[in-house]
């Protein structure tokens, strides 16, 4: 069980990763369906700097990326987002405008 933000969260442990050593690239973070702090604007996911922990937007697919906060530079850790994003994703909705088409009920 782990403790996000003062609540505690349930996960199998196949889904944890334990590191010894801090990042060493801005991770990739899918956003939280219930996020409040970050702009809408940042889309689906965003980057977390690993010098300073600062949160940013993602602009396009960069390898780089100085931070704002800490003025490190780093790489984008695209390849482990690649990697465990996908399973964390919901199915993938309809574009805006479509809804999927659904069987008549019979009664
Ligand atoms: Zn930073």
Not at 7 to 23: G, K
Not at 60 to 65: K, R
Not at 81 to 90: I, K, N, V
Not at 101 to 106: D, E, N, S, T
């Given at each position: 069980?782990?403790?996000?933000?003062?609540?505690?969260?349930?996960?199998?442990?196949?889904?944890?990763?334990?590191?010894?050593?801090?990042?060493?690239r801005?991770?990739?973070?899918?956003?939280?369906?219930?996020?409040?702090?970050?702009?809408?604007?940042?889309?689906?996911?965003?980057?977390?700097?690993?010098?300073?922990?600062?949160r940013?937007?993602?602009?396009?697919?960069?390898?780089?990326?100085?931070?704002?906060?800490?003025?490190?530079?780093?790489?984008?850790?695209?390849?482990?987002?690649?990697?465990?994003?996908h399973?964390?994703?919901?199915?993938?909705?309809p574009?805006?405008?479509?809804?999927?088409r659904?069987?008549?009920?019979?009664?």
């Amino acid at each position: 069980m782990l403790d996000v933000n003062r609540t505690p969260v349930t996960l199998p442990r196949t889904l944890l990763e334990t590191v010894t050593v801090p990042p060493r690239r801005w991770s990739v973070v899918l956003r939280p369906r219930d996020a409040v702090c970050l702009p809408r604007d940042w889309g689906d996911r965003y980057l977390t700097c690993p010098g300073c922990r600062n949160r940013a937007p993602t602009r396009g697919h960069p390898l780089t990326l100085g931070c704002p906060r800490c003025g490190g530079v780093y790489a984008v850790g695209w390849d482990e987002f690649d990697l465990t994003a996908h399973a964390a994703l919901p199915p993938a909705l309809p574009p805006p405008g479509q809804t999927p088409r659904q069987r008549p009920v019979l009664r």
